[in-house]
């Protein structure tokens, strides 16, 4: 079946470490985001790719980077300089950006402590 | 920047009620979306539109692009439906950002 998957579900990293989440879709879509969220917080675009070998910051960019090396493909670091990086981060992605639906991965529940 | 506002944040109801979830949004759209979200955190899209009325199953979306208002209706509401229902926009066509509302907790009681 065509989806988003993302890897682990759940991560515990101590602070200071640089963290990064998988996010791999198999729908053939140009473009992929990645998103965070907090408790009571709608979700906030983290960066997002509308092809490969390009990223866009999106509304809070700083502390993160990622890469879109191949169009299957889109991970996110989660830098030490992410000051608070505990959050639920999602992936999702989109095949004629902004006139199709997003498909959105599982999550991860990053922790850091 | 567009605001986007739910109610109600949330909602607890008995099965087999009418259930209604709002958003305002106050720029201009190209389009709507609704999500859902369960508890174990994965998102799933319902409907996108721009205008007019989608009806899919139980679940119907209407859009007031004039009143920048929509409403998410389900019938025959089942405990099945408890989740996070998530409006989001899109403010043009071709751009790749959505803003969303931070979401209405449904409860549907058995």
């Known amino acids: 079946d065509g989806g988003i998957t993302q890897s682990p579900k759940y991560l515990f990293r101590k602070e200071g470490q640089n963290v990064t989440l998988s996010c791999e879709q198999n729908l053939n879509h140009d473009a992929m985001y990645w998103y965070r969220q907090d408790p009571g917080q709608g979700l906030r675009l983290i960066y997002y790719s509308q092809i490969v070998n390009d990223f866009q910051k999106g509304d809070i960019a700083e502390g993160y980077s990622v890469s879109r090396e191949k169009k299957e493909s889109f991970p996110l670091t989660v830098t030490s300089a992410q000051k608070n990086p505990t959050a639920f981060y999602l992936c999702?992605?989109?095949?004629?950006?902004?006139?199709?639906?997003?498909?959105f991965g599982p999550g991860t529940r990053l922790t850091v402590t | 920047k567009n605001e986007v506002e739910q109610s109600p944040q949330n909602l607890t109801a008995q099965e087999g009620e009418f259930i209604t979830i709002n958003c305002s949004y106050s720029v201009g759209i190209s389009a709507l979306h609704w999500l859902q979200q369960h508890p174990g955190g994965g998102i799933v899209s319902l409907f996108m539109?721009?205008?007019g009325k989608k009806k899919h199953g139980r679940l119907i979306a209407t859009i007031n692009i004039q009143e920048k208002h929509s409403s998410l209706h389900i019938t025959a509401s089942h405990p099945r439906d408890s989740a996070v229902y998530i409006c989001?926009?899109?403010?043009?066509?071709?751009?790749?950002?959505?803003?969303f509302g931070t979401g209405t907790r449904l409860t549907i009681i058995p």
């Open positions: 999702a992605s989109t095949g004629l950006a902004g006139v199709s639906e997003q498909y």
């Open positions: 989001a926009v899109r403010e043009r066509l071709g751009n790749e950002k959505l803003t």
């Open positions: 539109l721009s205008s």
